[in-house]
């Protein structure tokens, strides 16, 4: 997203923060990082239709698992597109959420068997004394030489406080291999670093990721979202 600028009562407000959205030919994914380091995001599917799109999201940083849909106008521009939402703000007044984008060129030509949009099932966490099992929430996509994930996930045992994350980079995939960078992410940590990822199909709908350090070994799996 290069501008965001809310509209009320004649004047401009500019909205600070980075945002990403992908798309695949029927999901839709967005994030983005405030500037206080706080996440927020949406994912589900998209209708284009003409001048305008409507937007079923199914789980949201906000509302989680709560439908929403959403209908607003949408057109394409030089650098990319530019998207217009109008509602009534909390007081009651109507408002212009405009938001301008910029493609990004292709980072791999052709699609990979990751191409699409992917739900997390289950994560197993192996180290020398146990084996652990769990199911974290997050959504992936992968999408010309692109990829994103956003996940919300409890921060200690008590499962009673949760945190919102993502990141989102390029990705290259050959044979099992799966390589990921992130250019923008919410663990600052991690942006930049190269992550080695084997890969295992089960089908072409369901995937497992492993990914190993000196202690643990994390496997992901996921299925397709259709």
């Known amino acids: 997203m290069d501008k965001q600028v809310l509209k009320t009562d004649g004047k401009d407000s500019a909205m600070n ?26 994912f589900g599917s998209y209708v284009l239709k003409g001048d305008s799109i409507t937007r079923t999201s199914i789980y949201s940083s906000i509302k989680l698992d709560t439908t929403n849909v959403l209908t607003y106008s949408f057109k394409t521009t030089e650098k990319g597109y530019s998207q217009i939402v109008s509602y009534k703000n909390a007081a009651g ?4 959420m405009i938001e301008d984008y910029s493609t990004l060129s292709t980072n791999m030509p052709g699609s990979s068997d990751l191409e699409g949009a992917w739900k997390q099932v289950n994560t197993t966490v192996i180290d020398k004394k146990d084996t652990l099992n769990f199911t974290n929430i997050q959504y992936k996509v992968f999408q010309n030489g692109y990829f994103m994930f956003v996940r919300r996930y409890a921060t200690d045992s008590t499962q009673k406080t949760f945190k919102c994350g993502f ?4 990705y290259t995939y050959n044979n099992g291999n799966l390589e990921e960078v992130s250019d923008l992410t919410s663990s ?16 072409k709908d369901e995937y497992s990721q492993s990914i190993s350090d000196s202690i643990k070994t994390y496997i992901e799996t996921y299925s397709r979202v259709k």
Do not use: C, R
Not at 29 to 37: Q, R, V
Not at 188 to 203: E, W
């Open 167 to 170: 990141g989102t980079g390029k």
């Open 93 to 96: 007044k109507e408002s212009q």
């Open 17 to 42: 923060g980075s945002q990403v959205k992908m798309y695949t030919p029927t999901h839709f994914l967005w994030a983005n990082l405030g500037a206080d380091s706080t996440v927020n995001f949406s």
């Open 188 to 203: 600052q940590k991690y942006k930049g670093v190269k992550f080695k990822i084997a890969v295992k199909f089960n089908g």
